[in-house]
């Protein structure tokens, strides 16, 4: 694992991971072997514990499920105990993750393999924009400020812009992400803005993205509806 070296901190990759060779048989088995679920955009497979992307924590509704043979080879091996969770996702072109930071009170440090096509991965963090270029066979580490004070994304667009200009076609991609969950299940971090332990000492409610997005579908659903009761008095009156 080699240090970024600019910000975030606690972001380290380790290029080539994997071999060509090693990559294109898992591969195989991603494309032809496995059971995906049948829907567009970005697709999930979760091994061990299954992870919610809607509470960006365990799922407990769902049995544990042993590690396939084919994943032990793809396992960071720098931690003193194998992952508890790890997802398997599909990127098609053009899809995307939005900005999150995975719950902090589930989960410890995070790692992630790419496999298929790179793609711009975006770190936030107040005003602050950093953007990593995920090189196939590449293993991510998150740590420290970049797993708990940092959101990290991808864009949902057709091409990523690199920082010489290159204009670059997205493709395919999957990632490996590999989680631990956090001893005592508590995070000491005290970030109000990121930490679900935190802010649920300070007697907040998490500000999970998807209720407010389930939030606008219905003031949407209602402004739409108001529209059509409005646009049938109107015919009403017409007639
Ligand atoms: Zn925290």
């Known amino acids: 694992m080699e240090p970024l070296g600019t910000e975030p901190a606690g972001l380290s990759l380790h290029k080539d991971f994997i ?5 294109d ?15 567009k955009g970005r697709r999930s497979l979760h091994y061990g514990y299954t992870f919610s992307y809607k509470t960006f924590a365990i799922d407990h509704d769902v049995p544990y499920f042993p590690f396939p ?3 032990a080879p793809l396992l960071p091996t720098g931690e003193a105990r194998p992952p508890d969770q790890v997802c398997v996702q599909h990127y098609p072109p053009g899809a995307g993750i939005p900005p999150h930071a995975d719950t ?10 790419s496999l298929g096509a790179p793609v711009l991965m975006q770190f936030s963090r107040g005003e602050e924009r950093k953007e990593v270029d995920l090189a196939p066979r590449a ?9 708990l004070h940092w959101t990290h994304g991808i864009r949902a667009r057709k091409t990523d812009v690199l920082a010489d200009g290159t204009v670059r076609p997205r493709r395919d991609r999957w990632s490996v992400t590999y989680r631990w969950l956090r001893e005592g299940g508590v995070c000491e971090c005290g970030d109000g803005r990121l930490c679900d332990t935190a802010q649920r ?20 659903a209602a402004a739409a509806q ?9 015919g009403e009156e017409d007639t």
């Open 19 to 23: 071999s060509k060779e090693q990559e």
């Open 25 to 39: 048989a898992v591969l195989r088995i991603l494309r032809e072997q496995l059971d995906w679920p049948d829907r």
């Open 69 to 71: 043979a084919w994943l």
């Open 104 to 113: 902090h009170s589930a989960f410890d440090q995070l790692y992630a393999l």
């Open 139 to 147: 293993m991510m580490r998150m740590e420290g400020e970049a797993r």
């Open 201 to 220: 000492r300070m007697g907040v409610e998490r500000g999970y993205r998807w209720k407010e997005q389930e939030k606008e579908t219905e003031a949407a």
């Open 226 to 234: 108001e529209e059509v009761m409005s646009s049938s008095a109107k």
